[in-house]
């Protein structure tokens, strides 16, 4: 079931426990990759994570995860959609100038990412 509550197709804005708001936009989230338990996820351009930990609950707009190194505190992964990325997570996008010319819905944006970020698996 965990696995099912997130989607690697998705971008997300990851918010940690001790920060107010979100830090960056992440792709191809991904539990329990093969034998490693925990989350796995790119933050573009090219920073691949693992962290050790279990996904928390399923949320109105996302998850929460709890890593092994804190189990006290929940980081919060919310789905990025056009909406949310123009009203509030644009800042967390490099060249967000550039790039809103050319995205005008979800679809484009996660075409956008995919298309031009590498799978961290590859």
Not at 42 to 53: D, E, K, N, V
Not at 93 to 119: A, C, M, R
Request: aromatic share 14%; glycine share 6%.
């Amino acid at each position: 079931m965990s696995k099912a509550i997130v989607d690697r197709n998705k971008l997300y804005a990851l918010r940690f426990p001790w920060d107010k708001e979100a830090a960056e936009i992440i792709m191809n989230a991904e539990i329990d990759r093969g034998d490693f338990k925990g989350i796995c996820y790119l933050s573009p351009p090219a920073h691949g994570h693992m962290i050790r930990g279990k996904i928390g609950n399923k949320t109105k707009h996302g998850f929460t995860f709890i890593a092994d190194e804190n189990e006290l505190q929940e980081w919060e992964f919310t789905e990025v959609t056009y909406e949310n990325l123009t009203s509030k997570y644009h800042k967390l996008v490099y060249g967000w100038d550039t790039l809103k010319e050319q995205i005008h819905s979800t679809e484009e944006l996660e075409e956008y990412y995919h298309s031009n970020f590498p799978d961290y698996a590859d």
